[in-house]
């Protein structure tokens, strides 16, 4: 019951915080190996040039460099500030027995408990208190800069040497310190959320991941020596690649593990669910009345051999298609955001083709029980017969549960076609094919409550 009521906090917090984290690694990284690609290594380069400028001609731009550094102070001021005042209100929240805490967490989704409220908010109070420290020491060393950048090389005793690369170096760790209490901020943000439900923690992630990607890569061409910076791209294709279609697969599977929870726990919360219930009833009405029914119950089973056939040939026939148009792509193509050389597209094709292999797979199975019971369903009556009801329903639910594996495997995999094109296509796909299909698989409350009380009713009735 607990694990329940958490699901959501347990899955969709640390995969937004992995998101966040994985970015910020590949602009690590970038950096690193490419500076020029980047708004961070673009900066840090003209701040070098800046202090050189200044020292050079320190008697006519000493109050312009105090200026300068004066407005970097201030901001790192200003957001140290805010987050000590954030902290202050969080302690009290936490600190205190608001009566609002009831009706907000009636209303939110995942876990809600006291245990939880205080880890939320325990969470919050710790970054914000790290992006304070890092704002504290920002000002610190910017203020030392202030001083250092109009002092003649050497110093008064002539005995310690002020360079240039030794005051960038200071300015340097200053701007560092004040970027990484920014990024510490930001990740801060989608987490005041996370009060009100996990799911707007994700949303929030993505969508800031997407604006800082924005902000912090130029585009080709922006930036000088782009040409010496090549062998960077395969890795922004990396990155797309391993980013956003493991993450589609990983929300794929966290629903369909929820939503195999809900169907053990409240059966009745779910249309299949529901539907198993059915097929039970169903095989006892077509028995009770078999001379009568023989006919619709067949032609009830060829409705489902009909949906699982086509499922089954749509498959056949997509990878089919994959197989030629790996054949046919030429190999210095590029489509969106991925290089769609032969190679890749080789790999991503067999990927898919096996998926869908396994759609046609489960679908097969399914007509093969789907059709057994056909014929054993109208036997039962006879009296020679060795099948039992028992075996009947194990025969439909089998070929039943095979036909849904296959269909989820099979909308799972067709946001993957698009894979070839770009891995943020699967991404969104992805998203909004599960958004379709907890629509169609969850039952609405009052639906679920008539119909709990519509069975209780027929058992208690004598």
Known sequence: MVWRKSYMDLSLVPVSLLFFIIYHGWL???????????IIGMNSAGRRLWVRSIMKDSDKKNVLAVQTLRNAIMSSTLMATTCILLCSALAAVLSSTYSVKKPISDSIYGAHGELMVALKYVSLLLIFLFAFICYSLSVRFTSQVSFLINTTPLSADSLVIITPEYV???????????TFGNRLFYAALPLLLWVFGPVL??????????VLYSLDVLCEGKGSGGDQEKGGDVFVVLYWDLTFVPLGIVISAVYHCWLM????KRPQRTSIGVSNTGQSMWVAAMLKENDKKNVLAVQSLRN????????????????CGLLAFTSTISDKRELVLTNLNQVEVSHKSAILILAFMAVFFCQTLSITYLNQLALAINTLVLPETRITVEQLLMMLDKGILLSIIGNRLFFTAMPLVLWIYSPVLVFGSTCAVVAVLYITDIVPRKKAVDYENNENREVVAP
């Open 304 to 319: 489902n051999l009909m949906g699982s056939s086509l499922v089954a040939s749509s498959s056949f026939l997509i990878c």
């Open 201 to 210: 923690v994700f949303i929030c992630s993505v969508v800031m991941v997407f």
């Open 28 to 38: 690590w990284h970038k950096v690193r190996t490419q500076p020029r690609r980047t």
């Open 168 to 178: 960038s170096e200071l300015m340097d760790k200053g701007f560092l310190l004040n």
């Open 261 to 264: 929870v809900m169907i053990k």
